[in-house]
């Protein structure tokens, strides 16, 4: 079992950056790779990142590519997401998630992952 925390959401202004976080619980962390996703008011659940279990491979979503880097601190329990240059269509409800099943395949599909944290929000504003 897994359990995920965010924090370090808030409210930016465009061009502002932010880094959220997410703290797992339980020792399938480690193992597993972690993604982020975002559901922004009135839109569908959106892939943002993802990173394998040791951080050698990650995987971004064409509208944060090249501005959003993933990481994360198994010593620590947690993954990061570090948004730069942020616009205005980046707020969103953004949620980290865990697909015990794997170590280095890398998804986009939210059904793959089988934890999910509350999520932390992040308002951008013009």
């Known amino acids: 079992q897994v359990q995920l925390a965010e924090s370090g959401g808030g409210l930016v202004q465009a061009g502002d950056s932010l880094r959220v976080s997410c703290t797992a619980s339980?020792?399938?962390?480690?193992?597993?790779?972690m993604g982020w996703f975002r559901q922004g008011p009135g839109k569908e659940r959106e892939f943002v990142a993802a990173?394998?279990?040791?951080?050698?491979?990650?995987y971004y979503g064409d509208s944060v590519k090249g501005r959003f880097t993933i990481s994360r601190d198994n010593a620590k329990n947690t993954v990061y997401l570090q948004m730069n240059s942020l616009k205005p269509e980046d707020t969103a409800v953004y949620y980290c998630?865990?697909?015990?099943?794997?170590?280095?395949?890398?998804?986009?599909?939210?059904?793959?992952?089988?934890?999910w944290g509350q999520g932390t929000q992040v308002t951008v504003s013009s």
């Open positions: 998630a865990a697909d015990r099943d794997h170590m280095v395949r890398l998804t986009t599909a939210s059904h793959e992952y089988d934890y």
């Open positions: 339980g020792r399938t962390f480690s193992s597993a790779v």
């Open positions: 990173i394998s279990w040791n951080g050698g491979s990650t």
